[in-house]
């Protein structure tokens, strides 16, 4: 039976893999992956912070950055617009799990890196950040997970590849190899929809659509995102729980 290109089910997000404090010179740092796409974070601070900025909580800085030879061509190394548009989107994702009141007239920094890039960057990036964060030990009510969810063709899925995201059923059709995909995915093309959660509240801190979805469908996928964003929390609360008693051996 035919199933998505990579062979997974509709539901099923990539083989996710996690590493904890791979930065020495970081207060915590992590690489998150969801299959090819690679995320490194590292956090420093919270240090004091110079400028004349809201001195009643902490300020967070966020860098998001694609390695050049993180996509199959060579990608420019100077930051565009994309880049500074989803540094914005993870800050405003993670902030509000973090308690900065708690930490107040300091600062934090994120430097993201994307190692290698298949589609949902943004979102490895948040949880790469999360566990960065926790294992800095900011204060924090949950860690904040990100998956990408969508529509391809007429299928709802989770965590969309590269391929996926570019899925068009017109263009399949004129690939005798591929053309047997429209059977599973339907005609159309894709919606990505990438998505930051707060497991514990249910809330959304981050819904970006780009494509088109009806009002039912995306009520799917927004039910479908919640729903594996509490399987990824629970493997990120594993790993960084394994890391302490690892580390107190
Ligand atoms: P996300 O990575 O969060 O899904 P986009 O939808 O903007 O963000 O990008 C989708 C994918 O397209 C990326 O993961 C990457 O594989 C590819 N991509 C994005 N920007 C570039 C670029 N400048 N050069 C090459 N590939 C890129």
Do not use: C, H, W
Not at 30 to 35: E, V, W, Y
Not at 149 to 176: C, F, T
Not at 214 to 235: H, R
């Amino acid at each position: 039976m035919v199933k998505r290109f990579d062979g997974r089910e509709y539901n099923e997000v990539r083989k996710i893999n996690i590493k904890l404090n791979v930065v020495d010179n970081a207060k915590g740092s992590a690489i998150f992956s969801f299959g090819d796409t690679v995320a490194l974070a590292a956090v420093y601070g919270p240090k004091p912070s110079k400028m004349s900025l809201d001195y009643d909580k902490a300020f967070l800085r966020v860098r998001y950055n694609m390695l050049t030879f993180s996509t199959p061509e060579r990608k420019k190394p100077t930051p565009g617009r994309r880049e500074i548009e989803l540094s914005e989107a993870i800050k405003r994702a993670l902030e509000p799990a973090l308690l900065l009141e708690e930490i107040p007239g300091s600062i934090i920094d994120i430097y993201i890196e994307i190692l290698n890039a298949d589609a949902g960057t943004r979102t490895a990036s948040i949880n790469a950040a999360s566990l960065a964060l926790s294992l800095a030990g900011i204060p924090m009510k949950d860690l904040v997970v990100g998956l990408a969810v969508g529509k391809i063709g007429e299928k709802i899925v989770a965590d969309l590849n590269k391929e996926e995201e570019d899925y068009d059923s017109e263009k399949l059709k004129k690939d005798p190899e591929k053309s047997k995909y429209i059977e599973y995915y339907g005609e159309g093309r894709a919606t990505d929809i990438p998505v930051a959660i707060i497991p514990s509240e249910k809330k959304f801190t981050l819904i970006q659509l780009d494509g088109e979805i009806s009002t039912k469908e995306l009520n799917d996928a927004l039910n479908l995102a919640l729903e594996k964003a509490l399987e990824i929390k629970d493997l990120m609360k594993k790993s960084i729980l394994n890391e302490y008693r690892a580390s107190n051996i």
